[in-house]
């Protein structure tokens, strides 16, 4: 069964970084994109980010270019993102899903999904 | 305020058949296929529909999905208990080059 496992959440203050990581399991990870999805306190998702399946495509959400970076590991299996200059409005669960493809395209959809990693932005 | 517009509350009883929308633009629904994700309390979203009106393996036929110009309609018929929950359209922004989400729809089985 495919699985996605996402870490590396925590507090953070304003300003600060942090680096969330999801391990994929039980799927050719090298073969698919990957994207991060948000979802803050009682609110609904946002798309963050994706990366195609060999990391030479990313596309960012506006509400995080520049201060985010998706990248992946392939020999590792393993997913990440960079987040630097965290904001309060930057707190929420994070996703990671599998695409249906390499290159990420409109003709696609996400998943599975992770169970989540919490991020809170406060000082 | 999202991209995609869709109600923020349904309801239904046990049985009834109910329609959740989602109203976009040509650059995102006008242009390309809507996916339905279901996440139901405390759980990570799970996708539910995908190309405007494909199930998933394990999805039961009550759920379907179709789309005409730039709106989309997920319905739920022979409404259950189980079936509370959050549901989301979702679908690629052509103008934005980014993935677009309905504000989601909270489902309540009376």
């Known amino acids: 069964e495919v699985q996605l496992l996402e870490s590396g959440g925590g507090l953070v203050q304003p300003g600060g970084s942090l680096r969330l990581s999801c391990a994929a399991s039980a799927f050719t990870f090298s073969n698919y994109a990957m994207s991060w999805v948000r979802q803050a306190p009682g609110k609904g998702l946002e798309w963050v980010s994706s990366?195609?399946?060999?990391?030479?495509?990313?596309y960012y959400a506006d509400s995080v270019k520049g201060r985010f970076t998706i990248s992946r590991d392939n020999s590792k299996n393993t997913l990440y993102v960079q987040m630097n200059s965290l904001r309060a409005e930057d707190t929420a669960i994070y996703y990671c899903a599998k695409s249906q493809r390499a290159t990420v395209t409109t003709w696609d959809w996400f998943d599975p999904w992770g169970q989540g990693t919490l991020v809170t932005v406060s000082s | 305020q999202s991209v995609l517009t869709q109600p923020p509350s349904a309801s239904g009883t046990p049985g009834q058949r109910v329609t959740i929308s989602c109203s976009g633009s040509?650059?995102?629904?006008?242009?390309?296929?809507v996916n339905w994700y279901q996440q139901l309390p405390g759980t990570a979203p799970k996708l539910l529909i995908y190309?405007?009106?494909q199930r998933p393996s394990g999805v039961p036929d009550r759920f379907s999905g179709s789309k005409s110009g730039t709106s989309a309609s997920l319905a739920i018929s022979g409404l259950q208990s189980e079936d509370e929950a959050d549901y989301y359209c979702?679908?690629?922004?052509?103008?934005?080059?980014?993935?677009?989400f309905g504000g989601g729809t909270k489902l309540t089985v009376l």
């Open positions: 190309s405007n009106n």
């Open positions: 979702a679908t690629w922004d052509d103008s934005l080059n980014a993935w677009v």
């Open positions: 040509s650059s995102n629904i006008g242009t390309n296929t």
């Open positions: 990366i195609s399946a060999n990391g030479g495509a990313t």
